[in-house]
């Protein structure tokens, strides 16, 4: 091994922290990544709508930071503020979603109109403003957390799946879009993670298709995601952090990352099975109704 020269080691003290940008940091998946990217040795910029939910993060070393996805002029101001004060984006991971569950039928079209705006046209407008930075470095990061529900789905789950499945198929055209530039771009895929979406889902579950003709469906599935049971089972979002931990410091990182509970058992089944025995599979699992 070739010794370090003093000039090596100062140059390699004064060398600038990378910088990562993680949306929906202010609690589950996002907190726990921003989190791990700070002990990492990045500085970590937190990002999440509610300021007085991120003031948790500061104490860990990430920096808070106020972005509302769905709000151009809020994006603009965030990379703005990041570039100032570190003047990079190294990593950026689009993590900010939520699960807009009823049947196709019932869910107002404001409504599936917001869950695609948070879920895939935020990410895609924040990726716009930072590529531009990683493309002036000829390096960066673009991790995408979709969920193994862009490539299965469940009952009610219509218009939350078609954000996710959307995410996949713009990450896999951005991946070879940026390969010239030295930019990666990698897929998580999280399984059950106990986080605040479970209950979040059933919520809406219930205000869209409650009393309809899906109502007993809808009281079924929102039961199957509030249950003792369910919660039990689900993996720490912990497991998803490391898996972007991995994502990141990789020299040459996977496209993809499937983690958490269920999650590989239910890609593989989901490639193995025909159409309608798959439906069965999930049917039974999340209960008929």
């Known amino acids: 091994m070739t010794p370090t020269t003093p000039a090596e080691s100062a140059s390699a003290k004064t060398a600038p922290a990378r910088t990562a940008l993680v949306t929906g940091a202010s609690s589950g998946i996002g907190e726990a990544t921003a989190r791990k990217l700070t002990g990492l040795g990045y500085t970590v910029y937190g990002a999440a709508r509610r300021a007085e939910r991120l003031h948790q993060l500061a104490r860990h070393g990430v920096r808070p930071l106020v972005l509302d996805v769905t709000d151009d002029d809020s994006l603009r101001d965030g990379v703005d503020r990041v570039i100032a004060e570190t003047g990079r984006v190294d990593v950026l991971v689009n993590n900010a979603g939520y699960g807009a569950y009823g049947a196709l039928e019932d869910v107002s079209p404001d409504e599936a109109r917001r869950q695609f705006d948070v879920n895939v046209f935020g990410p895609v407008r924040l990726t716009q403003m930072v590529l531009p930075h990683m493309r002036a470095r000829r390096s960066g990061r673009v991790i995408n957390v979709t969920s193994i529900g862009g490539k299965v789905c ?133 209960g008929r109704g």
């Open 154 to 286: 469940t009952p009610l789950g219509g218009w939350y799946h078609g954000t996710k499945f959307a995410i996949e198929g713009i990450s896999d055209c951005l991946r070879m879009e940026l390969k010239p530039f030295g930019i990666d771009v990698v897929v998580i895929e999280p399984g059950g993670i106990a986080t605040e979406w479970n209950g979040i889902a059933a919520d809406h579950l219930e205000e869209s298709s409650a009393g309809g003709a899906y109502a007993r469906r809808a009281g079924s599935v929102a039961a199957f995601l509030r249950s003792e049971d369910t919660a039990r089972r689900m993996s720490p979002p912990s497991v998803v952090a490391d898996a972007i931990g991995r994502a990141v410091t990789a020299r040459r990182p996977r496209t993809r990352y499937a983690t958490g509970l269920g999650a590989r058992p239910l890609l593989a089944l989901r490639r193995l099975l025909p159409d309608r025995a798959f439906d069965a599979v999930m049917a039974r699992s999340m």
